[in-house]
């Protein structure tokens, strides 16, 4: 079971697929790739980078901005697809990887090691927080593009409130690295467009 990678090619050609779908705005192939070039960065990191990787591929494969478990539904996904590639403590970290996407919160699990690389995993999602300035607004009007059936207060209203649950956590990054890197300017792009929002339209 070893010897067959956890993500191969036909695998990662029908993940593409999905992630090309319509309506992806941000939530798409350049997203995962970014999080490869991450996980790349800081491999050394990593317990198991493969599941690592594995997680960073299924964690938005299902995705629909009118749905609430997405995160769910792209769990399950992963332990279907990878059923019989690796054993069922390995699928349970990564399902608890991909299932932490929702809140950003860690998953508790017994080892420090499968922690640790929860926290990597969740940091590189997060990455695009610290950001530049233009490409963090790029993101964010890409996201606003995903949710455009959204009427414009309620966009203010909703997406103000995920700003302000981040701001307002003593780090927004688990790991020393990420929040080394990207925490500073994380605030203050976040900050910036909480002005935006909140500002009379």
Same mark, same amino acid.
């Given at each position: 079971?070893?010897?067959?990678?956890?993500?191969?090619?036909?695998?990662?050609?029908?993940?593409?697929?999905?992630?090309?779908?319509?309506?992806?705005?941000?939530?798409?192939?350049?997203?995962?790739?970014?999080?490869? #070039?991450?996980?790349?960065?800081?491999?050394?990191?990593?317990?198991?980078?493969?599941?690592?990787?594995?997680?960073? *591929?299924?964690?938005?494969?299902?995705?629909?901005?009118?749905?609430?478990?997405?995160?769910?539904?792209?769990?399950?996904?992963?332990?279907?697809?990878?059923?019989?590639?690796?054993?069922?403590?390995?699928?349970?970290?990564?399902?608890?990887?991909?299932?932490?996407?929702?809140?950003?919160?860690?998953?508790?699990?017994?080892?420090?090691?499968?922690?640790?690389?929860?926290?990597?995993?969740?940091?590189?999602?997060?990455?695009?927080?610290?950001?530049?300035?233009?490409?963090?607004?790029?993101?964010?009007?890409?996201?606003?593009?995903?949710?455009? *059936? #959204?009427?414009?207060?309620? *966009?203010?209203?909703?997406?103000?409130?995920?700003?302000?649950?981040?701001?307002?956590?003593?780090?927004?990054?688990?790991?020393?690295?990420?929040?080394?890197?990207?925490?500073?300017?994380?605030?203050?792009?976040?900050?910036?467009?909480?002005?935006?929002?909140?500002?009379?339209?």
């Amino acid at each position: 079971m070893k010897d067959q990678p956890l993500i191969d090619e036909p695998l990662k050609q029908e993940l593409s697929a999905l992630y090309r779908a319509e309506g992806r705005h941000y939530h798409n192939l350049a997203h995962i790739e970014a999080m490869l #070039v991450l996980a790349a960065d800081y491999r050394a990191l990593f317990g198991d980078p493969e599941a690592v990787e594995a997680a960073i *591929w299924f964690h938005d494969a299902i995705y629909d901005s009118k749905a609430k478990d997405n995160e769910a539904r792209s769990a399950a996904l992963a332990e279907k697809k990878l059923a019989g590639r690796t054993d069922a403590g390995r699928l349970d970290r990564i399902g608890a990887m991909i299932l932490a996407t929702a809140t950003h919160q860690l998953p508790r699990f017994d080892d420090n090691t499968a922690t640790r690389d929860a926290s990597l995993f969740l940091d590189m999602d997060l990455s695009i927080l610290g950001a530049a300035p233009d490409a963090f607004d790029a993101y964010e009007r890409a996201v606003r593009q995903e949710y455009d *059936w #959204v009427e414009e207060p309620m *966009w203010r209203a909703g997406r103000g409130a995920v700003l302000k649950d981040f701001i307002a956590r003593p780090r927004i990054f688990h790991t020393e690295e990420f929040r080394q890197r990207f925490e500073p300017q994380a605030r203050l792009n976040m900050a910036r467009s909480l002005e935006t929002l909140q500002r009379p339209s």
